[in-house]
């Protein structure tokens, strides 16, 4: 049973409203902060067990001993500059270098069992300038949090994958 939320995040600003956004669909969850692995490694093992992780905008390694442990998954939330992730690179490098992905991805220690459970894309215009285009990724990145809340605050067994390994592309449907 889900009981607590272990949110990883980028700065220590982002907790208090992450948590606040996934408290309003389930009040009854307790959080645990972490900006770092030594953070993790830090939290209780009894506290694991009905526990989720989930990992916003911040890219360290999780450890596998601490994956092992959670008894309700781990989600990852990050922007990569990809538009449909899971596929190949093509292979003329045709990729426009203005479309990024939000991507949420469940996180497990063999690669071949991770999926994506949401996804948002986005084009940069170009005539944006660094500041702007992670101004716009990130703000599309929240909203792939927001939109997925009630999930990750309720749902006690894994979210449903939009795109598993063995798929080819994500349907029409499933894109922004």
């Keep these: 049973m889900l009981k607590t939320i ?3 995040t980028q700065t220590g600003q982002q907790q208090l409203p992450l948590a606040a956004l996934l408290r309003e669909h389930n009040p009854n969850l307790s959080f645990c902060s972490a900006l770092s692995a030594r953070d993790l490694l830090a939290i209780a093992p009894d506290i ?4 989720r ?4 905008a911040n890219d360290i390694a999780i450890p596998e001993k601490f994956l092992l442990q959670l008894g309700c998954g781990a989600y990852k939330f990050y922007v990569a500059p990809v538009q449909y992730p899971g596929l190949p690179t093509a292979p ?4 426009d270098p203005r479309c990024f992905s939000a991507i949420a991805q469940s996180m497990t220690i063999w690669p071949d069992t991770r999926r994506v459970v949401g996804l948002e894309t986005l084009t940069v215009p170009e005539e944006a ?3 702007e285009r992670e101004r716009q990724t990130f703000t599309r990145l929240a909203h792939l949090f927001w939109r997925m809340a009630g999930m990750i605050a309720n749902e006690a067994t894994e979210l449903p ?3 598993d390994s063995s798929e080819s592309k994500p349907s029409f449907a499933q894109m922004n």
């Design 6 to 8: 272990i949110l990883l």
């Design 48 to 51: 694991l067990r009905d526990a």
């Design 53 to 56: 992780l989930v990992s916003f």
């Design 92 to 95: 003329d490098d045709s990729d």
């Design 129 to 131: 300038s660094p500041i």
């Design 161 to 163: 994958g939009i795109i």
